[in-house]
């Protein structure tokens, strides 16, 4: 099952396809349906939490991408510059989808 939404995150709307991944006779499990319920009624919040988690690991990381991209500032600042705010993750950052994975295993 799949559709899409538009939500704003880093500060732009975008289209992001939300989908269910299915079994091979394309049955849902209740764990997906019910994870798919929350999310859809709590998207705001998700958002929020996700580009707060992509934020601070980007933190941590940027320095290490920047010394791999070479000693240049200005191949650097491209490929992995300093950002003061997850805003700024929207010129690096292009969300496409949002997949419920299949349950393997009855709980």
Do not use: C
């Amino acid at each position: 099952m799949e559709r899409t939404t538009e939500n704003k995150i880093f500060g732009k709307e975008k289209v992001i396809i939300l989908s269910i991944d299915g079994n091979e006779e394309g049955e849902f499990h209740d764990v997906q349906k019910e994870a798919y319920t929350n999310l859809d009624e709590n998207m705001d919040d998700v958002i929020t939490k996700v580009e707060e988690a992509i934020f601070d690991y980007y933190q941590e990381v940027y320095m290490d991408y920047s010394e791999i991209v070479g000693e240049h500032e200005s191949e650097s600042d491209k490929f992995a510059p300093i950002i003061e705010n997850k805003e700024e993750l929207g010129h690096l950052v292009e969300p496409t989808q949002l997949i419920i994975r299949r349950v393997r295993n009855a709980f």
